[in-house]
């Protein structure tokens, strides 16, 4: 490389196999480790940031420009974004969007998330799509390259995404022309879900994601949803006994976190992909009516298909690229649940509001 060029950079990543990638920090100042995955999304750069499910994940962007259209208060996906960290070829700190009220870094800034741009992108994405996901360290270009790979070796990401991600007390979002009261077990709830819920008559309990189904059942809901949210679904058996527990009494749904979660709770297997889904143009087929539509995913886990047989779920979807279950059911019980995160037109909306109806 350009020692030249090098000169000119402040900040690197270190991958844990002593791979370096220089480039130019924004956003928060620190060292950090993350684990490393890609996203391929065009746009969008605001809700990946304030996806809870990003948690401990440094997010590489393979769109080359960032950071263009700036920040808008109402997109965010959640209250306190807690991305670890973004990669980006190039940086715009000059946002053109009417709607604009901050820049990308100085969101990132408030909640100190760090961000490198300048590097390829490209090369790191066909090295996470070939190898795996990879540990990261975000540093100072001063830092050695042997004592990154120390703090690499020492640093464990943590498994308390979920907790660290869920609300801590209850809350609410009501909506005038109400319905349906739904319970929203927060793993990592994404606002626009919410919002979209709200849209369909539904007023919006949130509880923590330790919540006991004997508090759930005490507010009497009409369906109960299991939030999206990060990390290995296994790491919150509390959610998991909570379905194990509640299923039949009412409806119940899943999206992401929360599909796999349903999936474990009914006796299914889940594992880890080797680099996720995570962008907005991955096409998924209904096998109830031979549909294939495109759907945002973001997710690095993912419900076994050979182990769902001999339980009482059925596959309703499928990835067509890689054939990974993208949505189960169960109709006894009216539980279902969905991998991709269903866009405000989708019809896994209406079908939750037609079971709560009491409609099949």
Same mark, same amino acid.
């Given at each position: 490389?350009?020692?030249?060029?090098?000169?000119?950079?402040?900040?690197?990543?270190?991958?844990?196999?002593?791979?370096?990638?220089?480039?130019?920090?924004?956003?928060?100042?620190?060292?950090?480790?993350?684990?490393?995955?890609?996203?391929?999304?065009?746009?969008?750069?605001?809700?990946?940031?304030?996806?809870?499910?990003?948690?401990?994940?440094?997010?590489?962007?393979?769109?080359?420009?960032?950071?263009?259209?700036?920040?808008?208060?109402?997109?965010?996906?959640?209250?306190?974004?807690?991305?670890?960290?973004?990669?980006?070829?190039?940086?715009?700190?000059?946002?053109?969007?009417?709607?604009?009220?901050?820049?990308?870094?100085?969101?990132?800034?408030?909640?100190?998330?760090?961000?490198?741009?300048?590097?390829?992108?490209?090369?790191? +994405?066909?090295?996470?799509?070939?190898?795996?996901?990879?540990?990261?360290?975000? +540093?100072?270009?001063?830092?050695?390259?042997?004592?990154?790979?120390?703090?690499?070796?020492?640093?464990?990401?943590?498994?308390? %995404?979920?907790?660290?991600?869920?609300?801590?007390?209850?809350?609410?979002?009501?909506?005038?022309?109400?319905?349906?009261?739904?319970? %929203?077990?927060?793993?990592?709830?994404?606002?626009?879900?919410?919002?979209?819920?709200?849209?369909? @008559?539904?007023?919006?309990?949130?509880?923590?994601?330790?919540?006991? %189904?004997?508090?759930?059942?005490?507010?009497?809901?009409?369906?109960?949803?299991?939030?999206?949210?990060? @990390?290995?679904?296994?790491?919150?058996?509390?959610?998991?006994?909570?379905?194990?527990?509640?299923?039949?009494?009412?409806?119940?749904?899943?999206?992401?976190?929360?599909?796999?979660?349903?999936?474990?709770?009914?006796?299914?297997?889940?594992?880890?992909?080797?680099?996720?889904?995570?962008?907005?143009?991955?096409?998924?087929?209904?096998?109830?009516?031979?549909?294939?539509?495109?759907?945002?995913?973001?997710?690095?886990?993912?419900?076994?298909?050979?182990?769902?047989?001999? +339980?009482?779920?059925?596959?309703?979807?499928?990835?067509?690229?890689?054939?990974?279950?993208?949505?189960?059911?169960?109709?006894?019980?009216?539980?279902? @649940?969905?991998?991709?995160?269903?866009?405000?037109?989708?019809?896994?909306?209406?079908?939750?509001?037609?079971?709560?109806?009491?409609?099949?």
């Amino acid at each position: 490389m350009d020692m030249q060029r090098i000169m000119n950079y402040n900040k690197k990543i270190v991958l844990e196999d002593g791979s370096e990638y220089f480039g130019y920090g924004f956003g928060y100042d620190c060292d950090r480790v993350c684990e490393l995955v890609f996203n391929t999304a065009m746009l969008g750069y605001q809700e990946i940031i304030s996806d809870p499910t990003y948690t401990y994940q440094a997010v590489v962007m393979t769109y080359p420009l960032i950071g263009n259209c700036g920040t808008a208060d109402d997109d965010f996906e959640t209250k306190v974004p807690t991305l670890g960290g973004l990669v980006v070829r190039e940086y715009n700190d000059v946002p053109s969007n009417f709607r604009a009220t901050k820049t990308l870094a100085e969101v990132m800034e408030d909640y100190k998330i760090p961000g490198i741009s300048g590097l390829d992108t490209r090369e790191l +994405t066909r090295k996470i799509r070939d190898n795996g996901t990879y540990k990261v360290l975000f +540093t100072s270009i001063e830092t050695p390259k042997e004592k990154a790979l120390e703090i690499l070796a020492s640093t464990q990401i943590p498994t308390d %995404a979920v907790s660290k991600v869920s609300c801590k007390k209850r809350w609410y979002s009501r909506t005038p022309n109400m319905k349906y009261n739904v319970v %929203a077990i927060d793993c990592g709830i994404k606002l626009s879900l919410i919002r979209t819920l709200n849209s369909r @008559g539904c007023n919006i309990t949130v509880v923590p994601y330790d919540t006991t %189904a004997e508090e759930v059942m005490k507010m009497k809901p009409d369906g109960i949803y299991i939030s999206d949210g990060p @990390g290995n679904p296994e790491d919150v058996p509390t959610v998991i006994d909570l379905v194990k527990t509640l299923k039949g009494k009412c409806p119940i749904i899943g999206v992401g976190l929360g599909h796999e979660i349903i999936g474990l709770a009914y006796g299914a297997k889940t594992y880890k992909l080797k680099f996720g889904h995570r962008g907005c143009n991955h096409s998924v087929r209904s096998l109830i009516n031979n549909t294939l539509r495109n759907h945002l995913q973001n997710h690095g886990y993912a419900v076994d298909a050979d182990s769902i047989e001999g +339980t009482e779920l059925k596959i309703t979807h499928l990835n067509i690229f890689d054939k990974t279950v993208e949505g189960i059911s169960c109709e006894k019980d009216n539980v279902y @649940g969905v991998q991709y995160l269903p866009s405000e037109f989708s019809t896994f909306y209406e079908r939750f509001i037609n079971l709560m109806k009491g409609d099949k």
